[in-house]
């Protein structure tokens, strides 16, 4: 095991990835119109963050950050079933799942 | 002084009455509004008569217990009861205290005695109004604030029941609201005696200002230790004070809403507008005489002012058909004889006929109402006439009344008119010329009152009515009582009635020979005393005679007179047009102003402008931002991760911070 990773992948790198990851879903949320679309790149951003949280808590060796990365995971679960649910309720209502049509708050 | 006296009672209990009738009166029923209505004044009498009953007790001790008058049991020491501190900041300390001196107690006991009365009577005389207690609850809220005014230590708490009894006038004069001229009439009383307010709220700053205390007794103190307060700043104050008094007491120029103020309910008129209220200005100069004794300017004003109202109204009253603005003309003159008592600073004969005029005019008043109710409503002179066989106990007490207002001897008008008179006579020239306007005055009183006395009740009946009824016996008692006392009242003016109020009123600072050593009158010799009041009967019996001439011997005479002088007449009966007068110099100017400025420029221009403009700025600013809230997901979206972007752009990079802040600056000025 050491011999094979006895060279240790570079901090930056993992923060690197950790940005790309966080832009990509940015972009995702900006530019995708369907609905489903855009909840993936919610969890997109969300990931980014947690491998940021998970790099430096291995960096400093505080626990904090990993235990809050259990966290993210969990609210993201929680959040999935409710937005899918409100995803199908929309997609009932409206027929439709582009974020463009669904701009009322009145449905 | 043994123990508290507890004079808070005086004012409060009056006050419950208030509450209580004003709050539960439409639920209680009749028997209840009456017992409390009756049961306030007559317990604040009791307090009053105790009071005055522990005053005596106490002072017996110092002298023989047998005698009730003489002149050291009279002299007790002013009682001081402070309710607490009511204002105190920095050099202006004000308590809120009751000052229970002769003069207050005379006050009290007349307002309480003659109020409690006039309630009993008014059992009767409302018996049949819708608003019956309401009708009391405010009666007995004036009651309330007349005696806190009499009762007041410093002038800040006179004020309150200055003002109080004005509100409670201005309820009362207005009390058939329904009615637009009584309507009118209540507004106008309460806006005349502003103006006079105004005077008083003046000389009160200067109080402050120059004496550092409200405290009656304080400022006193004050002037009297430094002899150097003469005239000037002094003198203002005592006439701001006169044009307070001037108006409460309906004197010139601010008369003219005491004969409106007829509008309200009979007893109303008695209470308010004859017996008590009105004599508040009277009161109020005698309670600060000291600023007044120190300014013989302002004494001179009061004096002159008392002496041209009472002949002025006198003359208005010989023509008027009204049975109420007759007495109200009546009241006016007569409380410019007060006026003219206290600028001949005679306070104590002012004082007395302040007291007895309570009795007989309340008398007059109440009598007059029960004419009225007798008759149904009639108020004019001219259908009246022939009712003292119908209406006798009114017959009775208006003769008596009649009797004591035109000053003829034992009755009570004719001591204290008398002393009034005296005390004016020794004057100086000045003096003499204010006893001749007295006298004449006093020739047109008996006229005038022997008139209403002739075409109510003598001659032949030219009422419509024909069954005009006597009033029922709670408005005949009262009656009979205040006759009583309409007899009687004058009678104590020669057990030393001056000499009980010299330790308040006091012997006078004399400035000028002429002026000097008045008090007590008795010293001076009878003879002059005797004479002066031989002239006054004799003078009292030709206003008597001329009356007889005109309304019974020669009943065509008026008629005759008026058409012979027609100018002269229409004069009177339109009162000299003083109302068109103020109508067109101040109320017209002040209702175009305002209607031009303050309706078109303020209201519509400034108020109205103000209002639009800031409704136009709310709209435009949020026709703007409502742009962003367009309900597009992706555009919120994008301004978050702007914002965010942003946000870490300052962090990472703080002088961005500063460039983007001149930036702005930049931008700022170029957009000018």
Known sequence: MNILFAQEVPLSWYLLLSAVLFSLGVVGFLIKRNLITIFMSIELMLNGVNLSFVTFAHQWHAVKGQIFVFFVMMVAAAEAAVGLAIIIAVFRARATLAVDRIDRMKL | MSGPLHLWLIPLLPFAGFLINGILGRRLPKWLVTTVALLAPLAAFGVALYTAACVYIFTHIQCAPSCPFCAPCSIFQPVVESLGTWINIAVLHVDFSFVLDQLSLVMLLVVTGVGFLIHVYSVGYMSDDEGYARYFSYLNLFLFFMTILVLAGNALVMFIGWEGVGLASYLLIGFWFQKKSADDAGKKAFIVNRIGDFGFLIAMFLLVANFGTLTFTEIATKLGQDPGWNGGVVTVIALCLMMGAAGKSAQLPLYIWLPDAMEGPTPVSALIHAATMVTAGVYMVART????????????????????????????????????????????????????????????????????????????????????????????????????????????????????????????????????????????????????????????????????????????????????????????????????????????????????????????????????????????????????????????????????????????????????????????????????????????????????????????????????????????????????????????????????????????????????????????????
């Open chain 2, 289 to 672: 005489h000291v600023l007044f004794d120190h300014s013989p300017f302002a004494l001179g004003v009061v004096a002159t002012v008392g002496a041209a109202t009472a002949i002025f109204a006198a003359t208005i009253a010989l023509v008027q058909n009204d049975i109420k603005r007759v007495l109200a003309y009546s009241t006016i003159s007569q409380l410019g004889y007060m006026f003219l008592g206290c600028g001949v600073a005679a306070y104590s004969a002012a004082i007395f006929h302040l007291m007895t005029h309570a009795f007989f005019k309340a008398l007059l008043f109440l009598a007059a109402g029960s004419v009225i109710h007798g008759l149904g409503g009639e108020q004019d002179l001219r259908k009246m006439g022939g009712l003292w066989k119908k209406l006798p106990v009114t017959f009775a007490v208006t003769t008596v009344g009649v009797l004591a207002i035109a000053g003829i001897p034992p009755f009570a008008g004719f001591f204290s008119k008398d002393a009034i008179l005296y005390a004016a006579f020794l004057q100086g020239t000045n003096g003499k010329i204010l006893y001749s306007v007295g006298l004449l005055t006093a020739l047109l009183t008996a006229f005038y009152m022997f008139r209403l006395w002739y075409m109510t009740f003598l001659g032949e009946p030219r009422s419509p009515q024909s069954h005009p009824h006597e009033s029922p016996w709670s408005m005949r008692g009262p009656l009979v009582i205040l006759a009583a006392l309409s007899i009687c009242g004058g009678w104590i003016w020669l057990y030393g009635f001056s000499e009980f109020l010299t330790p308040v009123l006091g012997a006078r600072v004399a400035e000028t020979g002429s002026w000097r050593l008045l008090i007590p009158y008795t010293q001076y010799s009878l003879s002059l005393e005797t004479v002066l009041s031989i002239i006054a009967v004799l003078v009292a019996l030709e206003g008597w005679l001329i009356a007889d001439k005109f309304y019974r011997r020669k009943p065509t005479r008026p008629a005759s007179l008026a058409a012979a002088l027609p100018s002269g007449y229409k004069l009177l009966a339109n009162k000299y047009f003083v109302d068109e007068f103020y109508g067109a110099t101040v109320v017209k100017p002040l209702l175009g102003f305002s209607k031009v400025f303050l309706e078109w420029v303020v209201d519509v221009g400034i108020l109205g402008g103000a209002a639009w403009l800031l409704g136009g700025i709310a709209t435009f600013a949020g026709a703007i931002l409502q742009r962003w809230q367009s309900g597009n997901l992706r555009s919120y979206a994008a301004w978050l991760a702007a914002g965010a972007a942003a946000v870490l752009l300052f962090l990472l990079v703080p002088w961005i911070t500063v460039l983007a802040y001149l930036a702005a600056i930049h931008l700022g000025v170029a957009g000018h």
